[in-house]
T-cell receptor, first 111, second 120 residues
Framework: RKEVEQDPGPFNVPEGATVAFNCTYSNSASQSFFWYRQDCRKEPKLLMSVYSSGNEDGRFTAQLNRASQYISLLIRDSKLSDSATYLCVVNPDNYGQNFVFGPGTRLSVLP | ETGVTQTPRHLVMGMTNKKSLKCEQH?????MYWYKQSAKKPLELMFV???????ENNSVPSRFSPECPNSSHLFLHLHTLQPEDSALYLC???????????????????FGNGTRLTVT
């Protein structure tokens, strides 16, 4: 089983839709979790960290489910500008530098 | 955003050339990383430097040689590369736990804008 898995998509949704992505991780000792967004041919940019209690930033909500070893990202009221690849990143050890990236989920928001 | 800057943005080199990629971070971080991103593959960690000491070398071929003269600068020296080394090379930095101001968890990675390398 791969360390971090994501559905590669693409997810094609109309503007205004709500879309959710899941990401599963294999190391139950993982401590830190992040969602990054990557536009075509550009560097990944931090979208949000994922906290145990879940967190929300505007239209974006991230959740962590330790029992089932997955994190999720919910995007409400999708905009055309949300079209990108969303990368799930897991750090198995708070004190290490081993950031493990998922393959990414491609989202296309259509007019 | 100029937190992490990489040069050059694009590089085309022959298999016999020697070139270097440069990365500089202005965020006060103490860990720096090189990642490789090939088409349709996840980011692959190549090297990690922690307080200028290399702490990770992910079985990278010796034709890639990193150098970290201080906690703000990172280089990747390239020589006798192969066409399959063509990829996007990303530099990143982070702040490790225990560094003032004290962190109890690892801060996220901040990436530079990458060097798109083509080996001909």
């Amino acid at each position: 089983r791969k360390e971090v898995e994501q559905d590669p998509g693409p997810f094609n949704v109309p503007e205004g839709a709500t879309v959710a992505f899941n990401c599963t991780y294999s190391n139950s000792a993982s401590q830190s979790f992040f969602w990054y967004r990557q536009d075509c041919r550009k560097e990944p940019k931090l979208l949000m960290s994922v906290y145990s209690s879940g967190n929300e930033d505007g239209r974006f909500t991230a959740q962590l489910n330790r029992a089932s070893q997955y994190i999720s990202l919910l995007i409400r009221d999708s905009k055309l500008s949300d079209s990108a690849t969303y990368l799930c990143v897991v750090n198995p050890d708070n004190y290490g530098q081993n950031f493990v990236f998922g393959p990414g989920t491609r989202l296309s928001v259509l007019p | 955003e100029t937190g992490v800057t990489q040069t050059p943005r694009h590089l085309v080199m022959g298999m016999t050339n020697k070139k270097s990629l440069k990365c500089e971070q202005h965020l006060g971080h103490n860990a720096m990383y090189w990642y490789k991103q090939s088409a349709k593959k996840p980011l692959e960690l190549m090297f990690v430097y922690n307080f200028k000491e290399q702490t990770e070398n992910n079985s990278v071929p010796s034709r890639f040689s990193p150098e970290c003269p201080n906690s703000s600068h990172l280089f990747l020296h390239l020589h006798t590369l192969q066409p399959e080394d063509s990829a996007l090379y990303l530099c990143a930095s982070s702040r490790l736990p225990g560094v003032r101001p004290l962190l109890s968890y690892n801060s996220p990675l901040h990436f530079g804008n990458g060097t798109r390398l083509t080996v001909t």
